[in-house]
């Protein structure tokens, strides 16, 4: 029986897929959790074998709290449930650990189909996450970025697009003020963004954070 966590920041999805899972005799559901920091400590306390992944959480983006789990429980499969998938975003939750991605428009079928793949030591992929993959490979540059964040940049990244200010920032992160603003400054000569707006729109299309208002 494999020991399950469920990381999704939606309470309606996440609620399903707990009263869908629980009385399966496959999984053990050990923990739930709506935030990434609250995730990473639940899943580094219970170490769970099997780990259901939001792409878009608050405090700690799905592409982050995954490098931080896969250094630290090496044998933890995971599959990833979002409601956003594009090349990027693809990209790098299979670099971070990922076994698996499935769109939430694909349905219940296709995740417990993903779930099972993976649990079962597989690889699992839903039929848009599928064809968006062909389309990589057809066309690598589809998927290509000029340069790679840090992960300390992404973290500023993602909390610039949710509206954070650089004191709070600061704050949150442990650093001083002028650390966040070299940060920010390099991010956006590597994404060639000049603006908040800007920053939130690809935060947005890359699937840090979800839309919650017009840019």
Wanted: aromatic fraction near 4%.
């Amino acid at each position: 029986m494999n020991r399950l966590v469920i990381i999704e920041d939606q309470t309606a999805i996440r609620e399903m897929l707990v009263e869908i899972l629980r009385t399966d005799p496959s999984y053990k559901l050990v923990g739930e959790s709506g935030d990434g920091q609250s995730a990473l400590s639940l899943c580094l306390e219970v170490k769970p074998d099997l780990i259901v992944l939001d792409a878009k959480l608050p405090g700690l983006n799905g592409v982050d709290l995954l490098r931080r789990l896969s250094k630290q429980l090496k044998h933890v499969r995971v599959l990833v449930f979002s409601g956003h998938e594009n090349p990027v975003l693809v990209r790098e939750m299979l670099e971070a650990g990922a076994h698996g991605f499935v769109e939430k428009t694909a349905g219940l079928f296709e995740f417990k189909k993903g779930l099972e793949t993976v649990a079962s030591g597989g690889t699992y992929f839903g039929p848009a996450v599928a064809s968006l993959l062909r389309n990589v490979v057809a066309n690598p540059a589809a998927s290509d970025t000029a340069d790679f964040l840090t992960d300390r940049e992404r973290e500023i990244l993602q909390l610039v697009a949710e509206s954070h200010s650089t004191k709070e920032i600061a704050g949150k992160l442990g650093i001083s003020v002028k650390t966040v603003d070299n940060h920010r400054t390099n991010l956006m000569r590597k994404l060639n963004l000049h603006d908040v707006a800007s920053l939130t729109r690809y935060a947005v299309e890359t699937g840090l954070i979800a839309l919650k208002q017009p840019l």
